[in-house]
């Protein structure tokens, strides 16, 4: 079966998880996804399916729109809401117009320090690997682009808001970097994806409506781009 399918991911699965899953429910041999979403994150993952792998590249290029929440007053070591807390500060006050004016600084073309905990290698050396064992190495900026980051609610601890950004961006480090510009410790708590490219959360399948569907069922779910 080739073509893509659009899931909606669980929280506390990995995207491979997803991809396992619907090979074994479905018994496809040739499955991948076009642009990997953490463990805690939520949402929109293209699942291609057969000759529809090759598409990667070209899928994983469109512009991804999430929905995030940012806790300020501690720092993880990965980042976000599954990491251990390394730093806690106290939490300065803010208004709206000092929330959009750090906003404003992140958008556009700009750089950022990719995470230890993430798929990249440095040197032939898989970052997150070397995060397990306890090592920490420099990591080069990298040119990042963000369209839009629109504030949704706030309160004294957290901000939640939208962002659509290009391929290669880091949500939760996001959210460290712009704790960082309202001078205390954040991380991301969390992450939903809801668009990818051309493919949104509407057009998004439950992984428990997967589990009692017919090969039927899915040709008729499965997209031909």
Not at 45 to 65: C, F, I, N, Q
Not at 119 to 138: F, N
Request: net charge positive; charged share 30%.
């Amino acid at each position: 079966m080739d073509g893509v399918l659009i899931i909606d991911k669980p929280r506390g699965w990995t995207s491979h998880d997803v991809i396992n899953f619907i090979r074994r429910t479905f018994a496809i041999k040739k499955a991948g996804h076009a642009g990997t979403l953490d463990p805690m994150a939520t949402g929109v993952l293209v699942v291609l399916l057969g000759g529809y792998t090759k598409y990667s590249d070209r899928l994983m290029a469109g512009e991804k729109e999430y929905q995030a929440v940012l806790t300020l007053g501690e720092c993880t070591d990965t980042q976000d809401a599954t990491g251990k807390v390394i730093k806690e500060s106290s939490v300065p006050e803010f208004n709206k117009k000092d929330i959009e004016v750090v906003f404003a600084k992140f958008t556009g073309e700009t750089e950022q320090v990719p995470p230890m905990v993430s798929a990249l290698k440095v040197g032939g050396r898989t970052l997150y690997k070397l995060a397990r064992q306890g090592k920490e190495i420099q990591r080069q900026p990298r040119k990042i682009f963000i369209e839009k980051i629109e504030l949704k609610t706030f309160d004294k601890k957290n901000i939640s808001f939208s962002v659509v950004c290009r391929k290669g961006t880091y949500v939760r480090t996001l959210c460290e970097d712009i704790a960082k510009h309202l001078n205390c410790c954040g991380h991301m708590s969390y992450l939903r994806r809801i668009r990818s490219g051309d493919f949104s959360i509407d057009q998004a399948l439950a992984v428990e409506k997967l589990k009692s569907a017919t090969a039927g069922d899915l040709e008729q779910w499965v997209k031909k781009q």
